[in-house]
Nanobody, 113 residues
Framework: QVRLVESGGDLVQPGGSLRLSCTAS??????MGWYRQAPGKQRELVAT???????NYADSVKGRFIISRNNAKSTVYLQMNSLKPEDTAVYYC?????????WGQGTQVTVSS
């Protein structure tokens, strides 16, 4: 069993930045990633990163968000820049280990003036 603990969600003005963090309770050799779910919408991919550092981004966040990970700390980060109101959502971290995908509890990001 893997436990994921997210932090960093907050209220921020449009154009601002936030950094989300997610730490796993054990070593993660699989991919780690961030997803988000806005009210009334389905959960969607934001970005993923492999153990080796290969990244994948949703088109809507390319050029604005940066995903990274520290394997020694089993932690994945999401640096979010130039935030827009449409980025408002609950952001969930996930991690793959042993063929199972684990999810965090989510952290709220609200972009509003």
């Amino acid at each position: 069993q893997v436990r994921l603990v997210e932090s960093g969600g907050d209220l921020v003005q449009p154009g601002g930045s936030l950094r989300l963090s997610c730490t796993a309770s054990g070593v993660i050799f699989g991919a780690m990633g961030w997803y988000r779910q806005a009210p009334g919408k389905q959960r969607e991919l934001v970005a993923t990163v492999t153990f080796g550092g290969n990244t994948n981004y949703a088109d809507s966040v390319k050029g604005r968000f940066i995903i990274s990970r520290n394997n020694a700390k089993s932690t994945v980060y999401l640096q979010m820049n130039s935030l827009k109101p449409e980025d408002t959502a609950v952001y969930y971290c996930n991690a793959e280990r042993g063929g199972t995908t684990y999810w965090g509890q989510g952290t709220q990001v609200t972009v509003s003036s």
